[in-house]
């Protein structure tokens, strides 16, 4: 999926494979559809991304929103992680109302 | 078990004595830390802890040293291996700080190894405060430690690694691995095999630090309630609620 603005001097290209949106003047530009999501650790490898926009429909669950991401990387699906939105983890079935900051953390089990 | 803060006077502490409050030096000396994994975690975090102050320790480890083991396992040298890494880290932390009282213990942690060797708890000897140091090497083991914790009123100092990552949070009494990793904690994964010396290093000084702090103040750590992610290879810290 990608989005192309017609304007002839303003707003570059876009797409959703990790690429931010950008304005003429380097700053990102918001876009209400997409939500921001990052990976860590081995999550990172598995999506080619440490963080991406995309398109997420609310509300959702946790549940499905994992399911979601897995849509967007087949390589997530059994994978063990947490989803956190703004910076807090969310159990599974927790519903999401709005759009924010979605992380996915494995936990590292090694000592 | 208390013990007179003066043992804090010594020169050797001089470095740090003024930057610990009298409350947080007589906690350092009056707790009993209770040490589960001796590997890359348990060195790092316990050569540095030891050179704090004269603490008390158990260790509780039932491996022996490993020739992969070396490149993070810092207590220990290539003459070590084959010997079992509780009685070693004794031996070790010793070296640097003779006045610790240290045992090791060649066997897991758990509620029943750790009821066989204490009974009765509390015991009237028993030091003051217990603290939990997570150093394991798998959930499905540190499922084990929380009985124990429980049963001592004492939190848990957790750090995980693997790979190019890491992470530590502080359990404190009331909440469980459950809460910061999930209701099916105990079943992630077993960590991958690779791992870089300067994974655990951070990780370890991250417990550390937050030793220190719950020392300072038992009900409040920067890390109760807060994951911190370490990216090794990006260099970039990340901090998320779990409580």
Same mark, same amino acid.
């Given at each position: 999926?990608?989005?192309v603005?017609l304007?002839?001097?303003?707003i570059a290209l876009?797409?959703?494979?990790g690429?931010?949106?950008?304005?003429?003047?380097?700053a990102?530009l918001?876009d209400?559809?997409?939500?921001?999501?990052?990976?860590?650790?081995?999550l990172?490898?598995?999506?080619?991304?440490?963080?991406?926009?995309?398109?997420i429909a609310?509300?959702?669950?946790?549940?499905?929103?994992?399911?979601?991401?897995?849509?967007?990387?087949p390589a997530l699906?059994g994978?063990?992680?947490?989803?956190?939105?703004?910076?807090?983890?969310?159990?599974?079935?927790?519903t999401?109302?709005?759009?924010?900051?979605?992380?996915?953390?494995?936990?590292f089990?090694?000592? | 078990?208390?013990?007179?803060?003066?043992?804090?006077?010594?020169?050797?502490?001089?470095?740090?004595?003024?930057?610990?409050?009298?409350d947080?030096r007589?906690?350092l000396?009056?707790?009993?830390f209770i040490?589960?994994?001796?590997g890359?975690? *348990?060195c790092?975090l316990?050569?540095?802890?030891?050179?704090?102050? /004269?603490v008390?320790?158990e260790i509780?480890? /039932?491996?022996?040293?490993?020739?992969?083991?070396?490149?993070?396992?810092?207590?220990?040298?290539?003459?070590?291996?084959?010997?079992?890494?509780?009685?070693?880290?004794?031996?070790?932390?010793? @070296?640097?700080?003779?006045?610790i009282?240290?045992?090791?213990?060649v066997?897991?942690?758990?509620?029943?190894?750790?009821s066989?060797l204490?009974?009765?708890?509390?015991?009237?000897?028993?030091?003051?405060?217990?603290?939990?140091?997570d150093?394991?090497?798998?959930?499905?083991?540190?499922?084990?430690?929380?009985?124990?914790?429980h049963k001592? *009123?004492?939190p848990?100092?957790?750090?995980?690694?693997?790979?190019?990552?890491?992470q530590?949070?502080?359990?404190?009494p009331?909440?469980?691995?459950? =809460? @910061?990793?999930g209701? =099916?904690?105990?079943?992630?994964p /077993?960590?991958?095999?690779?791992i870089?010396?300067?994974i655990?290093?951070?990780?370890a000084s991250?417990?550390l630090?937050?030793?220190?702090?719950?020392?300072?103040?038992?009900?409040?750590?920067?890390? @109760?309630?807060?994951?911190?992610?370490? =990216?090794?290879?990006?260099?970039?810290?990340?901090?998320?609620?779990?409580?």
């Open positions: 999926m990608s989005y603005c304007t002839d001097d303003d876009i797409s959703c494979g690429t931010d949106f950008i304005d003429n003047r380097g990102p918001q209400e559809r997409m939500t921001r999501v990052k990976y860590f650790g081995p990172m490898e598995l999506t080619g991304t440490d963080e991406e926009q995309l398109e609310f509300p959702i669950t946790v549940a499905k929103l994992r399911v979601t991401l897995e849509h967007y990387h699906a994978e063990s992680f947490r989803i956190a939105v703004d910076a807090v983890m969310r159990d599974s079935d927790t999401l109302s709005a759009a924010g900051e979605i992380a996915c953390l494995p936990a089990a090694g000592g | 078990m208390s013990r007179p803060t003066d043992a804090l006077r010594e020169e050797r502490y001089r470095r740090h004595y003024e930057l610990l409050s009298q947080a007589q906690r000396l009056s707790t009993r040490v589960a994994g001796a890359g975690l *348990g790092n316990l050569a540095l802890l030891v050179r704090v102050a /004269p008390q320790l509780w480890d /039932p491996a022996v040293l490993d020739a992969p083991d070396l490149n993070r396992q810092v207590l220990y040298t290539p003459q070590d291996l084959g010997q079992p890494k509780a009685r070693l880290a004794v031996e070790r932390l010793r @070296a640097i700080n003779p006045a009282q240290a045992v090791g213990h066997q897991s942690l758990n509620a029943s190894s750790f066989e204490h009974p009765t708890l509390p015991q009237p000897t028993s030091p003051a405060h217990s603290a939990v140091l150093c394991l090497d798998s959930f499905n083991a540190r499922a084990g430690l929380e009985p124990i914790a001592l *009123g004492a848990i100092f957790h750090g995980g690694v693997e790979l190019w990552y890491g530590a949070t502080t359990l404190l009331g909440s469980s691995y459950a =809460d @910061a990793f209701a =099916d904690f105990a079943g992630k /077993p960590a991958a095999k690779p870089l010396p300067h655990p290093a951070v990780i991250l417990q630090a937050e030793i220190l702090a719950w020392c300072e103040n038992a009900d409040s750590t920067p890390l @109760a309630g807060v994951l911190c992610v370490f =990216d090794g290879r990006r260099h970039r810290f990340d901090q998320l609620r779990w409580d």
